[in-house]
């Protein structure tokens, strides 16, 4: 059933959209999150930055692609975590206009522990739900994101690719 069916349903009306309730329940993970993240002396952006450098040593314009930040923006977040021995940062040996990221040793750590306070948040939020339930509301939820471009990074993070490939990812 189409969303706009839901609208025109009676029954339907009198529950909020899907859309509504992932912003309601996307609130509540954002404060949850800066509260669990506080005492590690994170933020869910800097834990968004560490998670995704797990992957691997990246560009700077790779990871700002992979998580959706303005690359300028970008950079006072690294410096931040640069200036706290979380990431380390090094010219390109190829290209020395490039300069390469990844978790130092302490980020990594760091984020261990700020991947178990968030999911921590995560388990209290989904109480409700049994482990099949959250299992297929993760697949759900992966699947919309996919579908709508959110799931997948522009570019691979070994690369600066990211400048010849945003045009694919600006398509509809």
Do not use: W, Y
């Amino acid at each position: 059933m189409a969303t706009t069916d839901l609208v025109n349903n009676a029954r339907a009306r009198s529950l909020p959209l899907s859309g509504m309730l992932l912003v309601k329940l996307g609130r509540a993970l954002q404060h949850g999150f800066n509260d669990a993240l506080k005492p590690i002396e994170l933020t869910p952006r800097h834990l968004q930055v560490l998670d995704e450098l797990r992957q691997g040593p990246m560009s700077q314009q790779a990871l700002a692609d992979r998580v959706g930040a303005d690359p300028t923006k970008l950079v006072g977040l690294l410096n931040e975590l640069e200036g706290r021995s979380l990431v380390l940062r090094r010219r390109d040996p190829v290209d020395r206009r490039r300069h390469i990221v990844e978790n130092s040793r302490e980020g990594e750590a760091r984020v261990d522990a700020a991947l178990a306070a968030a999911a921590a948040v995560e388990d209290e939020l989904l109480a409700a739900l049994d482990h099949e339930q959250r299992a297929q509301l993760r697949e759900l939820l992966v699947l919309a994101a996919e579908s709508s471009g959110l799931g997948e990074p522009c570019a691979d993070p070994t690369t600066d690719a990211a400048a010849d490939e945003q045009d694919a990812c600006d398509e509809p």
